[in-house]
């Protein structure tokens, strides 16, 4: 074999190396949108098809802020519906550790792998996203009670009307 055979095998060898790659990351590609259509799908089964009135859509966007990378991870708005729906279904109140678990089965389909996310002292990134979420909706949009007993979370009159609204 001549060496410009030999030249060229070699580099046939690599560029079919390169092809073999590209292949491979165009299926995890195809994973990964497949992923977030089915996120989407989900998001708008959450969402009811409704639109989320501008208050709610700005005052999420201020409460994403503290993540790192918004952009992998459920939006903020996304847990608000859970959480009333859930304290709904537990007669009106219920244990914080119990509503977070139910929130997070809820939410489950639309969860990112940035979701699950381990934060250095915080915990699982979804998880302290839900009690954030309450957080703010107590203190700002009065969907939650604020003369809950320590650890039981309520909704609020104003909940109820909000949930009836987006569901």
């Known amino acids: 074999m001549s060496e410009m055979q030999s030249h060229l095998s070699s580099w046939r ?8 790659a590209l292949e491979q990351q ?3 590609l195809r994973s990964i949108a497949a992923d977030k259509r089915q996120k989407i799908d989900a998001i708008d089964r ?5 639109p989320v009135p501008a208050t709610v859509t700005i ?5 994403n802020a503290v993540d790192d990378d918004d952009s992998l991870t459920t939006p903020g708005s996304a847990y608000w519906q859970p959480i009333l729906s ?5 007669g009106g109140r219920g244990r914080r550790r119990k509503v977070i678990e139910l929130v997070g ?3 489950k389909p639309i969860f990112t792998p940035a ?23 107590r203190r700002v949009a009065n969907l939650l009670k604020n003369d809950s007993p320590r650890g039981v979370w309520e909704i609020s009159d104003a909940g109820r009307q909000w949930l009836a609204q987006h569901s």
């Open 13 to 20: 060898a690599e560029l079919e190396r390169e092809l073999l």
């Open 59 to 63: 005052f999420a966007v201020d409460a």
């Open 86 to 90: 859930v304290l709904v279904e537990l």
């Open 46 to 50: 959450l969402l009811s098809d409704r």
């Open 115 to 137: 979701d699950y996310a381990d934060l250095p002292s915080h915990g699982v990134r979804w998880r302290t996203r839900v009690t954030f979420q309450a957080s703010h909706m």
């Open 26 to 28: 165009i299926n995890d």
């Open 105 to 107: 089965a809820k939410m």
